[in-house]
């Protein structure tokens, strides 16, 4: 079984929003994404794994497919619009149709 390292799976709940905008690992997030390689090089100090891995998700082709793979194998993924679903097995028989 394959898991996600901590640094691919903080890439992986960047990407899929996990993290949430104005949590700590949000904003690292943002910062280690758009870090020159000054900046960069001074976050690796402290993240070694995040930075490392979002080089990665920059430079290394195939990477991120590959990631994302692996963290979506036991998640649900929906693509597109689908209709609402109802339960209709447990409808109740008098129930209005028409809501």
Do not use: C
């Not at 994404?33 to 000054?38: E, I, M, R």
């Not at 976050?43 to 430079?59: C, G």
């Not at 990477?63 to 998640?75: F, S, T, Y």
């Not at 679903?85 to 129930?95: D, L, Y």
């Amino acid at each position: 079984m394959t898991t996600l390292t901590k640094g691919e799976q903080f890439i992986y709940d960047w990407q899929y929003g996990v993290h949430g905008a104005t949590s700590f690992k949000g904003y690292l997030s943002k910062a280690i994404a758009v870090a020159d390689n000054t900046n960069l090089d001074k976050l690796r100090l402290a993240f070694p794994e995040y930075a490392d891995a979002m080089n990665s998700f920059h430079t290394v082709k195939g990477w991120w497919p590959r990631v994302e793979d692996i963290g979506n194998k036991d998640r649900l993924v929906i693509l597109g619009k689908h209709p609402v679903q109802t339960n209709v097995a447990t409808k109740k028989e008098n129930e209005d149709e028409s809501i």
